[in-house]
């Protein structure tokens, strides 16, 4: 009820400050890609869609990729609070990592050798990003395979205008962080380039939780190491014909405790990938024909007590025609072609993936819109499965530069099994079945004078054929094994999001945000909050100065399948701060996380941060 009183306070005072103050018209006319694979406006697309801007990275104070994400509504990074090297997963509206998909520039980045293929965001420095739209909803009709909640797609920095320019940014912090980046760009009149770099080093603390007093049995400090590398290169024959190439390094060694409440001074896992590709792009007189290939090798080796490494190979090629039929009509046809192995010790795995793809966007001039989405998927160890979404809205004129868009969407999605969960020696199950989902959702938005944005959605999604792990116990109620299995019983989640951005005053902006989810299968549950709610300020009283301070509240969460036990729930309050000079081409910044020290759990028998600092330098030139 507190939560509640304190949103409701929340709204009746932005809505106060909205109407008293002078306002500045903020242009909305954001165009976004991942919602149909064509660049329309923000407000012509009926996909919940959320960003986060290169303004709100900056105005981070130097946070992680994960820590970004986990301030999205309807989004929980699980395990962003540990320590650096703490493992990560993400659950987009209540539903495991596996059903959301990871894109960098528009390409899938599966990792053959996890156990659900999901991509590991630790490789990523927020440092390359430049932004992020998160798409949420069943979206395989346009993606493919671990798309049934929602594609999370990075876009990465490009070269800017210039002949000849760059940055380099310098921070330090608590537990002894270090981090240093830099990149050069520029554009000629036919040639682009991008190069950037980094490196990141924490001296950490304990990833388990110590529960014992004495001084003499302390836990060992874990510590966090990482090293980013990218090469951006671009050439343009003519108007028509471009050809873009990268490639990448990125790699991180993390220490790690394996289990709750104990200590292990010899776990070290080394993780990285490095990546190639090229993309070609034809432009004639009513369409784009484009190649967009990447080949992904990646590598994770464990030491301490129990070693293991596993190596994989992921080639992704997709090649897309896109057609502007008219000026109401256009669409997408697409061919996708994904080859994962699975080099691991004593694993030798692949599979192949052919999809054959098309998306139309219509519209019309009194603002109705419709997108339709169509896939044929063709795996080379199950039968072909045909996909599709459908997805109407609607943008309103109210006069007086009022719109409002309702708008719906209903799709039919499909997760296939890992290499892993198929042909693991241990616990896997070659009769393992695709999972198949249903996705519902019907909501609307509404922006005023381009100085808010209101968005509300109601969702619903039926999983079938759930892909689960199912544990053996003796008589004694000891371990002795298991295997993944496809669960008998459907789930269905269900919830509600709401987010709000008020630019209130010239000067000043407010935001927030609040889901609540439900679920029949509590036990296929644990550790996802079914609330979430945050509140922020942005602040800046002068065209070089910005101030964020925000509050994001998670609820409880249950402890795992086993029990049902709940971890009480928590509040954090973040400050971020930052001082341009030289007209804005230096920069000081930093942040305070977790400004009141608060003590709370993530995961059950490890260490959460309590309150930590960050201080930078960065300069563009």
């Given at each position: 009820m507190k939560l509640k009183n304190l949103f409701t306070a929340a709204l009746l005072c932005t809505s106060y400050l909205l109407i008293a103050q002078n306002e500045e018209v903020r242009d909305l006319g954001q165009v976004v890609v991942t919602g149909t694979r064509m660049e329309?406006?923000?407000?012509?697309?009926?996909?919940?869609?959320y960003t986060i801007s290169a303004a709100d990275i900056e105005k981070?104070?130097?946070?992680?990729?994960?820590?970004?994400?986990?301030?999205?509504?309807?989004?929980?990074?699980?395990?962003?609070?540990?320590?650096?090297?703490?493992?990560?997963?993400?659950?987009?509206?209540?539903?495991?990592?596996?059903?959301?998909?990871?894109l960098i520039d528009g390409v899938p980045m599966n990792d053959p050798t996890a156990i659900s293929l999901f991509y590991d965001l630790r490789l990523l420095s927020a440092n390359q990003v430049e932004s992020i739209e998160i798409l949420k909803g069943g979206v395989s009709a346009l993606y493919g395979s671990n798309a049934a909640a929602g594609v999370i797609n990075i876009k990465l920095k490009q070269a800017k205008d210039e002949k000849l320019g760059g940055s380099l940014d310098a921070n330090t912090g608590s537990f002894g962080s270090f981090g240093a980046s830099g990149n050069l760009n520029g554009k000629t009149e036919k040639f682009n380039y991008f190069v950037s770099g980094s490196h990141k080093s924490v001296k950490g603390f304990s990833a388990a939780e110590d529960t014992?007093?004495?001084?003499?049995?302390?836990?060992?400090?874990?510590?966090?190491?990482?090293?980013?590398?990218?090469?951006?290169?671009?050439?343009?024959?003519?108007?028509?014909?471009?050809?873009?190439?990268?490639?990448?390094?990125?790699?991180?060694?993390?220490?790690?405790?394996?289990?709750?409440?104990?200590?292990?001074?010899?776990?070290?896992?080394?993780?990285?990938?490095?990546?190639?590709?090229?993309?070609?792009?034809?432009?004639?007189?009513?369409?784009?024909?484009?190649?967009?290939?990447?080949?992904?090798?990646?590598?994770?080796?464990?030491?301490?007590?129990?070693?293991f490494t596993y190596k994989g190979n992921n080639?992704?090629?997709?090649?897309?025609?896109?057609?502007?039929?008219?000026?109401?009509?256009?669409?997408?046809?697409?061919?996708?072609?994904?080859?994962?192995?699975?080099?691991?010790?004593?694993?030798?795995?692949?599979?192949?993936?052919?999809?054959?793809?098309a998306s139309f966007v219509f519209e019309t001039k009194d603002g109705m819109n419709l997108h339709f989405g169509l896939r044929l998927n063709t795996h080379s160890n199950y039968e072909n499965r045909l996909v599709a979404t459908v997805n109407p809205s609607w943008l309103i004129a109210l006069g007086n530069d009022h719109k409002l868009k309702p708008f719906a969407s209903l799709s039919s999605s499909y997760n296939t099994p890992s290499l892993y969960q198929i042909n693991n020696d241990f616990y896997g199950n070659k009769n393992?079945?695709?999972?198949?989902?249903?996705?519902?959702?019907?909501?609307?938005?509404?922006?005023?004078?381009?100085?808010?944005?209101?968005?509300?959605?109601?969702?619903?999604?039926?999983?079938?054929?759930?892909?689960?792990?199912?544990?053996?116990?003796?008589?004694?109620?000891?371990?002795?094994?298991?295997?993944?299995?496809?669960?008998?019983?459907?789930?269905?989640?269900?919830?509600?999001?709401?987010?709000?951005?008020w630019k209130f005053s010239q000067k000043a902006s407010v935001f927030g945000n609040l889901s609540n989810l439900a679920t029949d299968r509590d036990d296929l549950?644990?550790?996802?909050?079914?609330?979430?709610?945050?509140?922020?300020?942005?602040?800046?009283?002068?065209?070089?100065?910005?101030?964020?301070?925000?509050?994001?509240?998670?609820?409880?969460?249950?402890?795992s399948s086993f029990s049902e036990d709940k971890l009480d729930?928590?509040?954090?309050?973040?400050?971020?701060?930052?001082?341009?000079?030289?007209?804005?081409?230096?920069?000081?910044?930093?942040?305070?996380?977790?400004?009141?020290?608060?003590?709370?759990v993530g995961i059950l028998g490890f260490t959460t941060i309590g309150r930590n600092f960050t201080f930078g330098v960065s300069m563009d030139f």
């Open positions: 329309i406006p923000i407000e012509k697309s009926g996909k919940t869609i981070s104070g130097g946070r992680s990729v994960a820590d970004l994400l986990n301030l999205v509504p309807g989004l929980q990074v699980d395990g962003n609070f540990g320590t650096p090297g703490t493992n990560l997963e993400y659950y987009v509206r209540g539903a495991r990592s596996r059903y959301t998909l990871i014992d007093d004495d001084p003499n049995t302390q836990f060992d400090e874990d510590s966090y190491e990482s090293q980013n590398a990218l090469v951006k290169l671009g050439y343009d024959f003519d108007d028509a014909f471009s050809i873009d190439v990268l490639t990448g390094y990125d790699r991180f060694s993390a220490d790690f405790d394996a289990f709750a409440f104990t200590d292990d001074p010899t776990n070290n896992s080394e993780n990285s990938q490095f990546r190639i590709g090229i993309t070609p792009k034809f432009k004639y007189n009513k369409g784009t024909l484009k190649l967009n290939a990447l080949y992904n090798n990646s590598e994770r080796e464990f030491k301490g007590s129990f070693p080639l992704q090629v997709d090649l897309t025609n896109e057609l502007v039929f008219t000026d109401y009509i256009k669409g997408i046809f697409g061919l996708n072609l994904q080859q994962l192995e699975d080099n691991s010790e004593g694993q030798m795995a692949d599979f192949t993936i052919f999809d054959p793809f393992l079945l695709p999972e198949e989902t249903i996705n519902m959702e019907t909501g609307v938005s509404f922006y005023a004078q381009q100085n808010l944005t209101l968005n509300f959605a109601f969702f619903n999604r039926n999983e079938q054929n759930t892909i689960d792990f199912v544990s053996q116990f003796d008589g004694g109620g000891n371990f002795i094994g298991g295997s993944y299995v496809n669960l008998a019983a459907t789930r269905n989640v269900k919830g509600i999001e709401f987010d709000f951005d549950f644990f550790r996802i909050p079914k609330q979430k709610f945050g509140l922020g300020v942005d602040y800046a009283p002068t065209k070089s100065s910005s101030a964020r301070i925000s509050y994001n509240y998670t609820g409880e969460r249950r402890i729930a928590y509040g954090l309050v973040d400050l971020a701060l930052r001082q341009k000079f030289m007209s804005s081409k230096f920069s000081i910044y930093g942040s305070i996380n977790n400004v009141l020290d608060t003590n709370y």
